[in-house]
């Protein structure tokens, strides 16, 4: 007995589902990463030798969202309905690790871009050829995000308090927010 195909959507191609998901969270996660720095950013002010830092990292997050921005209007993706919480929760996110300390906020990049390069990783691999724009914008990001994480490294992350535990709980919550933006 053959293996059921799945019966495609009319006027939707296969994989075309699996795209906008990934447009979907990409973008979603790009707005949670603004949201992020600009908490860190109201806590510790421009004055803080990581504020420059920071918003260079910010400045780069915005450039990628903007890009997403474009794709999912051009393509007729709907973009996920849990910004608004991704809003809240990125910045309140952002300003809690900077209120612990630089080094924590530094930490919470960390982890954060450790999981963006793995969740991109994995889009790469599944897009293969198939969709040449959005596999070359997740490539772009993708080097970026390796450059954060480096630079919160390079910048103190690991000597956060408690920096196993706080990487691995922020670890947790971003890969519950890549797979609830997916789909919601």
Do not use: N
């Not at 991109?120 to 050829?129: I, N, P, S, T, W």
Request: charged share 25%.
């Amino acid at each position: 007995m053959s293996e059921a195909k799945p019966f495609p959507r009319p006027g939707k191609k296969p994989g075309e589902a699996d795209r906008a998901a990934m447009l979907r969270v990409d973008q979603a996660g790009e707005y949670g990463a603004t949201r992020i720095y600009a908490g860190q950013l109201a806590v510790m002010g421009d004055r803080h030798p990581y504020a420059r830092i920071i918003a260079g990292m910010a400045s780069q997050e915005q450039r990628h969202r903007q890009a997403f921005d474009a794709m999912i209007a051009r393509r007729g993706v709907r973009p996920t309905l849990l910004t608004p919480v991704w809003d809240v929760a990125g910045f309140a996110l952002g300003a809690v690790t900077a209120a612990i300390g630089p080094q924590a906020a530094m930490a919470c990049t960390a982890a954060i871009e450790t999981e963006i390069d793995r969740h991109y990783a994995e889009q790469l691999d599944q897009l293969g050829d198939d969709d040449p724009e959005l596999a070359h914008a997740i490539a772009d990001f993708q080097a970026e995000e390796v450059e954060h994480r480096d630079a919160a490294i390079t910048h103190g992350a690991e000597q956060a308090p408690a920096y196993p535990l706080l990487s691995g709980v922020i670890r947790l919550g971003c890969r519950a927010a890549i797979a609830l933006s997916k789909r919601i």
